[in-house]
């Protein structure tokens, strides 16, 4: 989950007051983008600012040092492989842990 938001400008006669927020409209998103082609599968949410979703499927250790915000899940169908990452800077941080025999993330 993630928040959007716009900043709406006010018309010059209309003085901001103090607390007024009036001019920033808010919402969460919880859409995470899924790819998927014959080879894998790419679950993300965020924003990744330098590769396109075509170039994450076809290459994604891209996903290694990509510009952006975001957590991902990868899946590699030959191999049965499965990955879980986040940007390099941290910016939007993995949580894990085991409960039972049950592996949990977000």
Do not use: C
Not at 15 to 36: K, Y
Not at 67 to 85: D, K, Q, R
């Amino acid at each position: 989950m993630h928040l959007i938001g716009s900043w709406h400008s006010l018309p010059p006669d209309r003085p901001n007051a103090i607390g007024d927020f009036s001019f920033i409209e808010l919402r969460i998103s919880d859409a995470a983008t899924v790819l998927q082609d014959h080879r894998r599968k790419l679950v993300y949410e965020g924003i990744i600012f330098d590769a396109t979703n075509q170039q994450l499927l076809d290459d994604p250790t891209l996903l290694d040092r990509a510009f952006g915000f975001y957590t991902y899940v990868l899946f590699e169908n030959e191999s049965g492989a499965i990955y879980l990452g986040a940007d390099r800077l941290g910016y939007s941080p993995v949580y894990y842990g085991w409960e039972s025999k049950t592996f949990r993330f977000s």
